[in-house]
């Protein structure tokens, strides 16, 4: 399934810390409300962070992704993975899902057949103005079972396009692999190819480490994998820099 990380917050804002003295590496405080379960190190130079909140619908879980430079991107998805409400850090761009999708994504449809057509529509705001973007592919199971660090995950293909709902032109499509974690109801990316235009490349963001609570890692901003530098991340924001509270009326 695609899914571009952005943010959405209900349960209040997020604090973004360089917790400890300052060797040490700098983690993530979840709100208040919260619990983080998860921290995932992947190839290129990135690391998410998944946590689930007390007052928020039941099944629905948050992530927050950093690369090389700091906090990149938040997002909330439902239980069934379906993709809510995101927004980038570095400009406050939004996207979050217009109700209701003609055809929502859905893991559950996915585990039990096999595959799972999808076609829903983000509406995007930023700095460029406001746009809606609708999304649509399908995810099929390829039948193989990929571990890593431990962890058994179910191997997917997928193919997606978004296209500007107004004219009907391709604004980007992307194909390849992802993988499913199926107790804990997540998709992780794998190695996929993007086209936008003329524009073709290759990306592997597949996870690489599986941390949990009390593991040393865990809730580590600092990406370790891939990267061209090996220095600590010590993003500390001003508080005019902190993301601003969303609420569910906010859709």
């Not at 057949?113 to 399908?138: C, I, L, N």
Request: charged residues 25%; glycine residues 10%.
């Amino acid at each position: 399934m695609t899914r571009r990380a952005r943010i959405f917050i209900v349960a209040g804002t997020v604090a973004l810390v360089a917790a400890g003295p300052m060797f040490a590496a700098p983690s993530v405080e979840v709100p208040d409300g919260c619990e983080g379960f998860l921290t995932v190190q992947m190839k290129g130079c990135g690391v998410s962070h998944y946590w689930r909140c007390a007052a928020d619908s039941e099944g629905n879980v948050w992530e927050v992704h950093y690369d090389f430079e700091g906090p990149f991107s938040m997002s909330v998805y439902d239980s069934e993975f379906q993709w809510l409400d995101s927004r980038y850090f570095s400009d406050g761009s939004r996207e979050y899902l217009l109700e209701p999708g003609p055809d929502p994504a859905s893991l559950t449809e996915l585990l039990e057949t096999g595959s799972d057509r999808y076609a829903f529509t983000m509406r995007e705001t930023g700095p460029d103005g406001e746009r809606d973007v609708v999304h649509q592919g399908q995810d099929t199971l390829t039948g193989r079972e990929v571990v890593i660090d431990g962890e058994t995950l179910l191997e997917t293909e997928f193919s997606a396009a978004a296209m500007d709902a107004v004219s009907g032109e391709e604004v980007y499509s992307v194909s390849g692999n992802q993988y499913v974690m199926r107790d804990e109801r997540l998709f992780f990316l794998g190695p996929d190819t993007y086209r936008e235009g003329i524009e073709e490349r290759d990306n592997d963001l597949s996870p690489v480490r599986f941390i949990r609570p009390g593991e040393k890692g865990f809730g580590v901003m600092t990406p370790q994998y891939e990267c061209t530098a090996s220095e600590d991340i010590g993003f500390t924001p001003a508080p005019a820099a902190q993301p601003q509270e969303m609420r569910n009326d906010d859709l």
